[in-house]
């Protein structure tokens, strides 16, 4: 790693201030993605501005249908009123990496980690991201890269607590900009908006808290190619509003196949009125969310993986009902 | 192993074009002499400092002067607490955990693997909690309790964890093993009697290249005094003299 500076920020006001200045610092919550970006030379910032040293209790503080944005994936995952509230991010939480990892990630880090293509991950590959004129993933190894979106950048969202997030409409609370609030669905953007980075965030605005619309009928369900830990090769979140039997209205969100945590609204509209146990319709509702994929040359396993995935992530939801 | 998202899979390449990347333009390299209060009296002067915090730590050592408090990139004299005991070292806030450990405090134990916090060979305790000490700054630890690997055994008695990895043979070329049973001790500490399912998730983050798992797992049933199912490996005193 380059030398820095470490600001002990004492307050979301300091970060915010010190944070404004790019070119200079950036903030660290656990700094899980920063030191691995400064480990291969990706990111080389002189100061990091810690957010960790801000003992505002509220930035760590959960709550059924409030996450604070230093709250880690590990404490998520055992919070019982996230548990409750919305099993589909507790179960999202507890999915992701490792209890070493999980155990200091934090949940606005999540959201704000950079992507993991490996070719953006490795410092030999200046590609489009990094300001070069190719993206190497087009010809060259896509298979962990987006079905989804024109380009010209293909990588895949990498936070899995996003997808949970997005299904259930989740808004992330912001200090030391203009803005207060934003939803999770306009966080980020596509790359054709803007190559160089993924989140719609000004320098200095920092994420205090994740609101989230309680979803007590939710569920989850992510494909690893190892199931010790790994990244997804794609998963799938989904809120249910069910009346009776039958499915009032769906919320249904997938990961690791778009640059942007992806909804699904055809198979939102097409899961309505559904009964739970009509297998004919929920498949041909799931089916439809590789509606207008693209696949790369190595990647169109993902369109076998994502309606089953999806299908999985309902029968998850409704096992959450039956234990209500 | 299969390929994984993990892998450092395309080859790195030496071409005479490598430009470092640089995400948008956060990480430009600035100016080095940056407009900072800069912060030279010496950290974690007193225990009484050091048990508040890294940061109380430095508002208390600090000179009074207003603004935020930064620290480094010169080298800084902290206070880190380890098994228990206060010691003082000094280092730059690039440092790591796992480096303030090994190399200025000399306790080998803990071990560098892959440092991207992604096979648990670095693997401490902080607050009871499991963490990959490559992955956190020394600085992040001030004020906090650590625990390594040096910190388990009490004098010549083993902690019953390390006495079962004995037992079991819970280890080929060992390198894996102070990550593995500290995993385990946090494991045991957060669930004293760990089903199956729970074992192999508490240990998912530790790799083990020789494929011990197995005689792991039967060392963290014993520990926690579960009956070891027959078609686990049976403790290595049972056997004719041969590993499992
Ligand atoms: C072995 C391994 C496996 C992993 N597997 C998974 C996985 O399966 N799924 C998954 O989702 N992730 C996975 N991760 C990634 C990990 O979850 C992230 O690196 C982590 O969540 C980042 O959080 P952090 O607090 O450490 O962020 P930091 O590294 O501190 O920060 C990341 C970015 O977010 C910004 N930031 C942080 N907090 C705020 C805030 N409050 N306001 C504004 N900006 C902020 C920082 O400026 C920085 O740009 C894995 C990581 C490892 C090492
Ligand atoms: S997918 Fe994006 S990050 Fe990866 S090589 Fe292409 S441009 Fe770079
Ligand atoms: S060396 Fe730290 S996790 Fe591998
Ligand atoms: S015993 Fe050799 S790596 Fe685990």
């Not at chain 1, 919320?251 to 939102?268: D, I, K, M, T």
């Not at chain 2, 030496?14 to 407009?35: F, K, L, Q």
């Not at chain 2, 020394?138 to 906090?144: E, K, N, S, Y």
């Not at chain 2, 998912?204 to 290249?209: A, E, K, L, P, Y």
């Amino acid at each position: 790693m380059n030398p820095f500076a470490l600001l002990q920020a004492d307050s979301v006001a300091e970060a915010s201030a010190a944070a404004k200045d790019v070119r200079l610092s950036v903030l660290k919550a656990g700094g899980m993605d920063l030191l691995d970006l400064m480990k291969e030379g990706i990111a080389e910032p002189t100061q990091l501005v810690n957010l960790r040293t801000v003992r505002d209790p509220a930035l760590r503080t959960i709550e059924a249908g409030r996450i604070g944005a230093l709250a880690t994936l590990a404490d998520i995952a055992r919070s019982d009123a996230v548990r409750a509230s919305a099993p589909v991010i507790a179960k999202c939480a507890a999915s992701a990496a490792t209890p070493q990892v999980r155990n200091v990630a934090t949940a606005g880090g999540n959201l704000l980690q950079r992507p993991r293509c490996w070719y953006f991950r490795n410092e030999q590959f200046n590609c489009l991201k990094k300001g070069g004129s190719t993206c190497y993933a087009v010809d060259g190894e896509n298979r962990y890269h987006a079905v989804f979106g024109p380009g010209p950048c293909h990588i895949v969202h990498p936070s899995n607590l996003a997808v949970a997030l997005l299904a259930c409409d989740g808004v992330v609370s912001l200090a030391g900009g203009e803005r207060a609030t934003l939803p999770i669905a306009k966080l980020f953007h596509m790359p054709d908006r803007g190559i160089r980075d993924e989140s719609n965030l000004e320098p200095g605005e920092v994420i205090t808290s994740i609101a989230y619309s309680p979803a007590p009928v939710s569920g989850f369900f992510v494909v690893k190619e190892r199931q010790s830990f790994d990244w997804p090769l794609t998963m799938a979140a989904v809120a249910l509003k069910l009346d009776g039997r039958r499915i009032a209205s769906a919320r249904v969100c997938a990961g690791a196949v778009a640059p942007v945590p992806w909804s699904l609204p055809l198979v939102e509209k097409a899961l309505q009125g559904v009964a739970l146990d009509d297998e004919a319709a929920l498949r041909a509702a799931c089916a439809k969310s590789i509606d207008g994929a693209e696949p790369m040359r190595d990647n169109a396993y993902k369109l076998k993986l994502l309606p089953v995935a999806i299908r999985r992530a309902i029968a998850d939801a409704a096992g959450a009902k039956e234990g209500q | 192993m299969t390929p994984s998202q993990h892998d450092p899979v395309p080859p790195r390449t030496h071409g005479s074009d490598a430009v470092p990347g640089t995400p948008a333009d956060r990480s430009a390299v600035g100016p080095r002499g940056v407009s900072r209060r800069s912060f030279i009296s010496t950290l974690g002067a007193s225990g009484a400092a050091a048990a508040l915090g890294g940061q109380a730590e430095a508002r208390l050592a600090a000179p009074i002067e207003d603004g935020p408090v930064v620290l480094g990139p010169e080298p800084v004299e902290v206070a880190l607490t380890i098994n228990g005991r206060a010691v003082k070292t000094k280092l730059d806030p690039a440092t790591t955990l796992l480096d303030a450990l090994r190399l200025n405090l000399q306790m080998t134990g803990s071990k560098e693997v892959c440092d991207r916090g992604s096979c648990g060979g670095c693997s401490v305790l902080v607050d009871g909690r499991l963490v990959a000490s490559c992955m956190m700054l020394a600085l992040d630890a001030v004020g906090h309790d650590i625990t390594t690997i040096e910190g388990l055994a009490q004098g010549d008695t083993l902690d019953p964890i390390q006495e079962a990895f004995v037992r079991y043979d819970a280890f080929q070329c060992g390198f894996c093993t102070p990550g593995m049973i500290m995993a385990c001790k946090a494991l045991l500490n957060e669930t004293p009697k760990p089903t199956m399912e729970q074992i192999r998730k508490g240990l998912s983050g530790n790799i083990c290249r020789c494929g011990a798992y197995t005689n792991v797992f039967s060392a963290v049933l014993e520990a926690s005094d579960q009956a070891v199912p027959v078609d686990q490996p049976v403790p290595a005193d049972h056997t004719d003299g041969g590993g499992a």
